[in-house]
């Protein structure tokens, strides 16, 4: 079956770096868009990055844009995160998720799998 699990997370100065990692498996990891989304306490669910099957293709919320960067193994079927210069409104659950099919998809209600989270701390 489909998995997807994170790991990286933890606690973190501001200013700090974490690497998230998504080992995924059940599924042809080269053939989807994959995504990283992300929730702090009490608010809905934010789009982060995302990236083409390929990998040559990703995009960024403009919150993260130059501090972030995704990234992907296909050897591994693992999606990554480089997050640099963490602040304290970065703190959140980031989950992995998957595109359904080969396309992009824009809303995060329509990824068909995810992870189970992991949390992510900026704090002094």
């Known amino acids: 079956q489909v998995q997807l699990v994170e790991s990286g997370g933890g606690l973190v100065q501001p200013g700090g770096s974490l690497r998230l990692s998504c080992a995924t498996s059940g599924f042809a990891f080269s053939n989807y868009w994959m995504y990283w989304v992300r929730q702090a306490p009490g608010k809905g669910l934010e789009s982060v990055s995302a990236i083409h099957q390929g990998g040559m293709t990703t995009s960024y919320a403009n919150f993260v844009q130059g501090r972030f960067a995704i990234s992907r193994d296909s050897a591994k079927d693992t999606l990554y995160l480089q997050m640099n210069s963490l602040k304290p409104e970065d703190s959140a659950v980031y989950y992995c998720?998957?595109?359904?099919?080969?396309?992009?998809?824009?809303?995060?209600?329509?990824?068909?799998?995810w992870g189970q989270g992991t949390q992510v701390t900026v704090s002094s």
């Open positions: 998720a998957k595109s359904p099919g080969d396309a992009v998809v824009v809303e995060t209600s329509d990824y068909d799998y």
